[in-house]
């Protein structure tokens, strides 16, 4: 299921970034540079939306759980553009519904999760095509027939993702993220260590929405 999620992932960003590369406004310039195609639209400034997809997870103290679900949430961002080139920093945090039971009293799952990332893209016009990485913390719940404990564990996060923006100020978006998390104590007392090394590994895929305030704000020119 991860690895159909991740190719669809990538398929949807070569779709939107052929069509956009279409989509390019045609300039006539300059009886000395001939014809050229220009970019128009601007990925600079503040934006915020909200976003809605599913996920996946496992760790090492329930091997042969996979617990799977839905996951939700809101994103803020600010994106600085220097030609087609675009960098920016973005904070997500989502709730999940992600999670599952053998029946004989074992459970996994996922509550919640966030992370912190910078994005590195390319954009062709309306669509934007980026790479992105950062620090992840969630919280993991396990349970067993005699007990349960419940920790937030820390980590990393890589992904990628395609953007297009309908208006100026709209954009829509897929986006895949893979996150690793640690045991905050994984070889001491805590309530997930117990002298394991305890790991959670996530898949999430996402589609959303960002709405941009003042579309081309860019505190660096």
Request: proline residues 3%.
């Amino acid at each position: 299921m991860q690895k159909a999620l991740v190719a669809a992932t990538f398929a949807a960003a070569a779709f939107v970034g052929g069509g956009a590369s279409a989509a390019d406004v045609y300039s006539a310039g300059s009886m000395k540079d001939g014809p050229s195609y220009v970019t128009v639209t601007n990925w600079s400034g503040f934006y915020a939306g909200a976003n809605v997809g599913y996920g996946s997870s496992a760790n090492t103290y329930h091997t042969d759980l996979v617990p799977e679900g839905v996951i939700g949430g809101g994103q803020i961002g600010f994106n600085i553009q220097r030609g087609a080139l675009v960098f920016g920093l973005e904070t997500d945090f989502n709730g999940a519904d992600v999670q599952q039971n053998d029946g004989y009293g074992y459970g996994s799952a996922l509550n919640w999760l966030g992370t912190v990332r910078g994005r590195a893209g390319y954009a062709f016009d309306h669509a934007l095509l980026y790479a992105t990485a950062g620090v992840a913390y969630g919280e993991v719940q396990n349970s067993w027939w005699h007990g349960g404990a419940t920790e937030t564990q820390t980590g990393w996060v890589v992904g990628a993702g395609a953007e297009y923006k309908l208006t100026p100020v709209w954009s829509v978006k897929g986006e895949y993220q893979y996150i690793d998390l640690d045991a905050s104590n994984p070889n001491g007392a805590g309530p997930l260590g117990e002298g394991r090394n305890l790991r959670s590994q996530i898949d999430t895929f996402r589609i959303g929405v960002n709405y941009f305030f003042g579309p081309g704000f860019d505190p660096l020119k």
